[in-house]
């Protein structure tokens, strides 16, 4: 193992140079660096740099390597679910309830109506799906894939704009919360229905439920102590640091055992940490190493099983371009809809679809569980990889584009 050293350092190089380079090439044409960092993971694999020059990546990226790399993409997915966790406001349900809700309900509608007429189609394309899906599992798991929001970007874009406190930003973020977590029980129980028997199923969603229900509950009052401690002190020490990258581990564990996956563990373990000094230190100290560190791996990691040269089977060309239409479409147009009947102006509900309507990283966690676990195959985990890349770059100048100069003027009135 320690012959691995040397070359893992290096190969550590080269994916932060190499993410930090394009994601600044981003910010620089209005996009978010996490836009970059994906396109620098696709680059980093096959469809570029294995493809102009296989000797450099081979050695770059040895099978022994890529063990490496992928407990560090699994740590950095379930630390930045955990911040995302920590980041979930669920006083946005009751402020804006019923338009969050029916937007929601539209934009994961849809895509699942969508799923269900494209799955019979596509479980007969080679290479999209594995052989032992069955078609409801399809359905299911692509209308997640559709269905899932860049949570943490419509944030972020809401945050930078100073619309935090506005209509449109407390709507857009209570839909998004709601949207991603109806799409991670979806694929809690395709997860679970694909393990390979009922009772496995039964173990996954039984014990993902009582695991939800008693760290939202029982654990919520636990770490209310912790909450206090850090409020007495007015920072976090490193023995409560401790305790949360203890709970952390043994959260991401459970729930990989018993079949979901670690990232879900992390994310309700999030979602029940008090607020206040607590989740703001915690997320002070891990946040950077956690972004700039540990999430390149896993851009990388994803990059690796992106081969795009698929794209020039046109069978596969022609499902992609569906595949992308039906994603745009589906979930743009319904939460744009749904937001119109809710009694917003178009201005603001185009916003919301444009918002709603970007992948993001989220996409890339479920497309990569979904490859892991055996559901999909890498043909579809191309083309959805694309479809998350391309509906990211879009979020941005649309938002700009229909909403930018209005959010200005709120962002200067409020000043």
Known sequence: MQSLAPSFFLQMAVILLVCRAVGWLGKKIGQPQVVGEMIAGVLLGPSLLGLLWPDVSAKLFSAETRGILYVGSQL??????????????????????????????????????????????????????SAKTEVYQAALFLGAAIAITAFPMLARIIYERGLSGTSLGTLALAAGAIDDAAAWCVLAIVLASFGGGPMIAVVAIIGGGLYAAAMLTVG?????????????????????????????????????IIGIHAVFGGFILGIAMPRGVLTTEVTRKLEPFTVIFLLPMFFTFSGLNTRLAVML?????????????????????????????????????????????????????????????????????????????VTTLMASPIFEGVYGRHARNIASTAH
């Open 76 to 129: 950095g997915v379930g630390l930045y679910m955990f911040l995302v966790g920590m980041e979930f406001r669920t006083d946005l349900f009751r402020s804006r309830a019923r338009s969050a809700a029916s937007v929601s309900i539209a934009g994961m509608l849809v895509p699942f109506i969508l799923g269900a007429v494209l799955a019979p189609w596509l479980v007969k394309v080679p290479g999209l799906f």
């Open 220 to 256: 919520k009052r636990a770490l209310a102590s912790l909450g206090r401690v850090a409020e007495r002190e007015g920072a976090v020490s490193s023995t409560i640091l401790t305790i949360v990258l203890t709970l952390f581990c043994l959260s991401a564990w459970f729930t990989d």
């Open 313 to 389: 089977e046109p069978s596969i060309l022609f499902v992609a371009i569906v595949v992308l239409l039906a994603s745009t479409l589906g979930k743009g147009v319904a939460c744009w809809a749904a937001a119109r009947l809710n009694g917003e102006d178009n201005r603001t509900a185009l916003a919301i679809g444009a918002l709603m309507n970007s992948r993001g990283l989220m996409e890339l966690i479920i497309i990569n569980i979904g490859l892991q676990k055996g559901v999909i195959g890498p043909k579809l985990f191309a083309i959805l990889v694309i479809m998350a890349i």
